[in-house]
């Protein structure tokens, strides 16, 4: 299939960007998104242009280094899918396709439709853990835990921390991921001695690092690739209420 | 927007402003503004059941009105009950405000770029970043206004402040239809306001689970939809001579 895109192009941190219009021939439909960027890529690099930098790993949506807004959505149009997921069967032969990176002033863009998100590190280091003396791993059941409990906190560290969350959000907010990190973690026995420091140290970082405040719009929820769901920010809320009182 | 390749770990160099506060960060603030709105809908709720005074006639609503004024007496002084809505709604909207204005600088920091590409919002509660914005500033100029015809009865041409049936009456008045129009106007922002609001702070301050959102989410667009009823019907009923 033929297709027109238009591509955000900046050359570093410091130039200004723009969308640059780039037309494609021969995509196949079997392709996911990347290899059709990366087939873009390589005919770029063929008339000795810059090819388009954006970030992958994994390329199989779970590594979360994947990102790119497509058409105005994080991760593309299809719900529950990281960008790496997505094949072009979803489009047809003369579709336009706007791509740009994650917006947010915590995420600045480093080149093109790569942003830096060592943010979301600075947020896991300031809480996002646990303690635990090394040695080897202790049996399985000697620590159990309800099912219900083992769920929610399974379904909530289900997060690759891709920042889609934030990308999404019209307040540039971060509220999803520290929501799935704390749930994840408070649920568990393994996280109680550092619940109260945690989510205060975590909610000083987010703050400290430029993410805004959370409206409970929920495009977050709705972006997220791992369909982590808005019931984490309302836990991330009541810990950090319950931690903020008794700081105080 | 510089970016420091050689240290992507390290902190931000606007460092955080010592000592950090709690109440100071984004859920704080966002509880502050959820407890002084709550404040805001359990008084707009008891005004709403006030207004209905109005269609018991003159005397009755008039009653009511100087009733709240002797609420208490002779224990308590005069206007006693009025003076503790009016210093508690003051320092609602003034927290409420206040903290607005300091969310809305840092999601504006926070989001600085906008998407070239704009796709419609699809989260559980669309747009709810405009609607409490763009229809908080409408909520706003009608307080403004109500408070200079009703209250001040600076623009109203009733000015005799034991007369409060008098005054509505004369403010609804077929030919000022547009104060009516306002009203309504003003009454929709609200609504949408607190169908969002309502749930919004019980998301905000208490933090249900799935089932329990939704539950709110549900009974937050059951109250909405009662207040606006509740307010709307007095001007419309005096619009179109209903009462008169
Ligand atoms: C004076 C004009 C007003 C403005 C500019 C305003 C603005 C806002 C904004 C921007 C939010 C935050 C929305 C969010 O982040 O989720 C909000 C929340 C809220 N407002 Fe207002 N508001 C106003 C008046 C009112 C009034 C009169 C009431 C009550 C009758 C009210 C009740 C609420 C409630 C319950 C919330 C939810 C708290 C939360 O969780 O954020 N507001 N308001
Ligand atoms: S909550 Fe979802 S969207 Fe946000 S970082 Fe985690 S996986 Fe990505
Ligand atoms: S590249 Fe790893 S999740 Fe997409």
Redesign the pocket.
Known sequence: MKLSLRIWRQPDADTKGQMVPYEIEGVSEDASFLEMLDVLNEHLIAEGKDPVAFDHDCREGICGACSLVIDGQPHGPQAATTTCQLHMRRYKDGDSIDIEPWRAGAFPVIKDLVVDRSAFDRIIQAGGYISAPTGTAPEAHSVPIPKQDADAAFNAAACIGCGACVAACPNGSGMLFMGAKVSHLSLMPQGQPERRTRVLGMVAEHDASGFG?C??QGECAAACPKEIGLDVIGKLNRDFRKAAVRAA | MSTDLQSRTAAPKAARPAPWKPWRSNIGL?IA??VS??L??LF?IAHMAGNLHVFEGREEMNAYAAGLRSFGAPLLPHESLLWVMRIGLVAS?AV??GA?IA?SRRAHHARPVRYAHRHKAKGESPN?YGI??FG??V??LF?IWHLLDLTWRTVNPVKDAHDAYGAVMATFDPDRWPVTVFYLLALTA?GL??R???W??V??IAGPNTKWRKRTQAIALAVAVLIVAGFAIVPLAVTFGVVS
């Open positions: 405040g409206t409970n | 966002k503004m959820a709105g709550v805001m809908v707009i909207i409420h405000i607005l969310l709810a409490m914005r908080g500033i909520i706003f307080v609200l306001h607190l969002h609001g309502i919004s702070a998301q905000t």
